[in-house]
């Protein structure tokens, strides 16, 4: 065993079972000194309302780490798509590279890539109905009765197989009474946002259908310099980032205000009860984004952050100003002070004209990466807006039949998208790599479930089959201007077919003690069609699938079949009716990934990265003391790892950076989360959530190539054994406070408090240090590809009138204005830059709702 691994080794078996004896003395120590009211036993339960799989919710609340958010906690927070809820659940984190592209993190385990046919480890289900592609996993949030995210390997159960966890979406479904509600909500940059609902009684008890709706509209956070120029303008820029010429490609008339919002989603659910024992629930939905595209800041990265190379000489103008300000503190000293320190001496005297902006230099740099980016990291120059259009629709029929001794649950999905997208990937005026892409998909999917208790044991069992297929077209035209990059035109088609058999069960085989048990077979094919060429159009045309290389055309088009066994056991003691402890072991699995490497190699055009293998302990608690006026619940985590799937962009000098999925030989990681609600008094409520994570790679090592002075490559290795996994912060800590003032019949005002703290987090494997140089060396500060500790505040005042039927709100998120990096790519290795995706600005708006 490597050394590294010896330490976390010993620190989780001391750690392990003092954790559990120590919760374990202290729930029994309190639970003995409070009297139970035989008269009612559930006094002081907290009710759990879970909307999920049916028969074996159970299960899941009982062993399974959940945090969840009613639809009142995600109307606080401005939660619109999965990715709100990451900063206020602990070990939930949820990256995105554009409005439609996502990648997700439980507990340090997910896939950082965000290519279109990346499946990850997180699930993501919409009513029980997963949604598989990264496309259609940020599908708005509306008319909901919450969000539930269920933490560790999903070796059992219903639906598909996850390594990481689920995040479940629950709608609400028709009731047959006449209700509804409407929203508006109006805010500065021009934002407006509308929700509503209507449930409509067709035949009562029996038929009845609810419509929903929500339509988003905002003006860009992010000014273009370049954006409404006239062509004369442009013309009389020489010189200037927002020029005309071989570099740039600035026209007239360009967007000025970018990072928009223009998108509406709709859903209409219809609920059909012939019989008590028999009830059908047809879903329907669509959406439709239609905005800009997503632009972030460009950092030139030539050897020092804030420093330019020589191919493209992009700096954005704050930061040359920064850099002479800087300059200038230092009292650098004249050529002529420069000749008489050191007479005679030239190379002495240009390091003495050179030393301080070097010195410089590496200020500003550290201050790029802390503070973070410039100064006004909400304007830049953009030659390309880009746009971002995507459509999806689909359906869902879920089936429920109750029978005297068991039951049995079909849910039948499709979903499809159809997306276009421009983009300026380099964030600049330059034409560095900018991508036109187009791709479209569908997938179909089967569930069937059966469940049933065995009262005589007793016993509570669940079997069933889950099948998934899909297909995705992908097209990509990489836009480059003359140098090391070449222009490409890229296109694929993946097939997908899975299928999944489980059964488990719950034996309550002592008064006090339930075993928890399952399985699942899981099996997946997957065929890849690929083809890469290089400058389309031109007579140096290549294809790299028709050509040879050492006498071997390339694999472009395979086809690969894995399967795995995974599972989970577990013990629960019910100490009394308030208080439980648990311990679990889960075996986790996630299948093959195949990757497009757009390079010139012939040879490297696809490959794959295996599956990746999990091993997952767990110790867990909840209770609730004082009349339920606090509630505790927590886990301690503990995960060994075999062929952990690691997103990266490739590094190789001259070529655009490609996204690509390797597999770290051996990882490791443990943690805890903690979650509490306390009610001192009636009407005051506060939450606090916390979560803790260690996280190291083991065995883990990259090679690339760079270009050397004498234009040769050189082969160096990145190591990152030691180093954390990508989007892991160590501590995490949201919570929430708020309290209704009662107002008797005039109504109530509530005002409510949310904050989240995160720890320093790393975009990727290298800590947030990014890719060596030519020298091997690491030349980037720290928290380059990251974002140091973060505290965000959120504040919602709220009015309501007696009834309830009417709520005035005045809302603000981001409340100090933080500015941070939801995002980061290193590309300092060939186009020497760094580019940077930037979480939203402070907002703040009016909110009013009509409920009937």
């Known amino acids: 065993m490597p050394p590294a691994a010896e330490i976390y080794h010993t620190r989780a078996c001391i750690a392990i079972p003092t954790l559990v004896m120590l919760l374990t003395g202290a729930t029994l120590a309190v639970a003995q000194s409070e009297p139970i009211d035989d008269s009612n036993p559930w006094a002081g339960v907290e009710e759990m309302v879970v909307t999920g799989s049916g028969m074996l919710d159970a299960l899941t ?125 109006y805010g500065n940059y021009n934002l407006m946002e509308a929700e509503g609902a209507v449930d409509i009684p067709m035949i009562p008890d029996i038929l009845a259908t609810r419509l929903a709706f929500r339509v988003q509209q905002r003006d860009g956070t992010v000014t273009n310099n370049c954006g409404g120029l006239t062509q004369t303008e442009i013309d009389a820029a020489n010189g200037l980032p927002c020029r005309s010429g071989d570099e740039g490609l600035v026209r007239a008339g360009l967007d000025t205000d970018l990072n928009n ?103 500003l740099a550290d201050r790029l990466a802390s503070r973070p980016l410039d100064r006004d990291p909400f304007t830049g120059d953009y030659n390309r807006p880009g746009f971002e259009r995507h459509t999806t629709w689909g359906g869902l029929l879920t089936g429920d039949w109750e029978f005297d001794d068991f039951s049995i649950k079909s849910i039948t999905g499709f979903d499809r998208y159809d997306r276009e997208r421009s983009i300026d990937a380099d964030y600049s005026p330059n034409i560095i790599f900018e991508f036109e892409i187009d791709d479209d998909a569908w997938q179909a999917t089967q569930d069937l479930r059966i469940s049933g208790d065995l009262e005589a044991i007793p016993l509570s069992w669940s079997a069933g089959a889950f099948y998934l297929q899909e297909t995705l077209d992908y097209a990509q035209n990489t836009i480059a201007a003359d140098g090391p990059i070449e222009p490409s035109l890229l296109s694929y088609v993946q097939d997908t077919y899975s299928l999944g058999v489980y059964g488990q069960f719950e034996w309550d085989f002592l008064d006090d003690f339930t075993l928890e048990a399952g399985a699942r077979y899981n099996w997946e094919r997957k065929t890849f069609d690929v083809d890469v060429s290089f400058n389309p159009g031109e007579p ?30 577990g013990i629960k003691h019910s100490i009394d009716e308030l208080r439980t402890v648990y311990m679990k072991y889960s075996h986790g699995w996630k299948g ?58 490739t590094t190789n000098a001259g070529e655009i950076p490609a996204r690509v999925v390797k597999n770290a030989d051996d990882a490791q990681l443990y943690g805890a989360e903690v979650e509490a609600k306390l009610e001192p008094i009636d009407r005051l409520v506060a939450e606090v959530r916390f979560g803790w994570l260690e996280s190291r790679f083991l065995d883990f090592s990259e090679s ?29 800590v949201s919570g929430n406070l708020k309290y209704d003032f009662d107002l008797g019949r005039l109504g109530t005002i509530t005002p409510r408090y949310d904050f989240s703290w995160s720890d320093d987090v790393a975009f990727d494997a290298s800590e947030g240090r990014g890719a060596l140089n030519a020298d091997a060396v690491v030349f980037l500060p720290e928290h380059t590809i990251g974002q140091k500790a973060l505290l965000l505040h959120n504040f919602r005042l709220t009015y309501a009138v007696a009834s309830g039927n009417l709520q005035v709100s005045g809302w603000v998120r981001n409340l100090t204005n933080e500015v941070y990096k939801s995002l980061a790519f290193d590309a300092s290795s060939g186009p020497n830059l760094v580019g940077n995706l930037l979480g939203d600005p402070r907002t703040y708006g009016l909110s009013a709702k009509v409920s009937f």
Not at 540 to 565: F, M, W, Y
Not at 617 to 639: A, K, M, Q, T
Not at 713 to 723: L, R
């Open 704 to 732: 690339s190539f760079r270009r050397t002075e004498l234009n040769t490559n050189s082969t160096i290795v990145s190591d990152f054994n030691g180093n954390s996994l990508p989007n892991a912060p160590r501590f995490k």
């Open 540 to 569: 140096n045309e290549s294809d790299s699938c028709k050509v040879s290389l050492a006498g071997a055309i390339p694999p472009c088009s395979r086809t690969q079949t894995v399967d795995h066994p995974t599972g989970t056991i």
């Open 261 to 363: 919002l223009d998108v509406w989603a709709a859903r209409m659910a219809t609920r059909l009860e012939p019989i008590e024992e028999l009830s059908f629930v047809l879903k329907m939905h669509g959406s439709r984004r239609d905005q800009l595209g997503t632009v972030g800041q460009h950092l030139p990265a030539a050897n020092r952050l804030g420093s330019v190379g020589q191919l493209f000489s992009y700096i954005p103008e704050e930061l040359g100003i920064e850099f002479d300000e800087i300059l200038a503190g230092l009292n650098p000293p004249t050529n002529s002070q420069c000749r008489t320190m050191f007479p005679g001496d030239s190379a002495a005297q240009r390091d003495c004209r050179n030393a301080p902006g070097i010195v410089a230099g590496g200020i």
């Open 61 to 185: 609340s009982a062993t399974i780490s959940v945090t969840a958010f009613d639809s009142n906690d995600l109307e606080a927070i401005g939660a619109t798509d999965v990715s709100d809820v990451a900063a206020y659940t602990p070990n939930l984190e949820i990256r995105t590279a554009g409005a439609t592209t996502v990648t997700l993190f439980i507990r340090g385990v997910g896939l950082n890539d965000f290519t279109a046919n990346a499946a990850g480890s997180v699930a993501v289900y919409e009513d029980d109905a997963p949604k598989n592609l990264p496309a259609i996993q940020l599908g708005q949030l509306f008319d909901l009765e919450g969000v539930t995210i269920l933490k560790g390997p999903q070796g059992s159960g219903p639906g598909r197989n996850a390594s990481a966890g689920a995040i479940k979406i629950h709608t609400k479904k028709p009731t047959g009474d006449f209700e509804g509600f409407l929203r508006f909500d």
């Open 592 to 649: 093959l990934q195949y990757n497009v490497r757009p390079g010139n190699t012939a040879g490297s055009v696809t490959d794959v990265a295996d599956p990746e293998v999990i091993d997952a302990f767990e110790f867990g608690f909840s209770g609730s003391w004082w009349d339920d006026r606090l509630s505790v619940n927590g886990s301690f985590f503990w995960y060994l790892y075999k062929n952990y799937q690691v997103f990266l962009f």
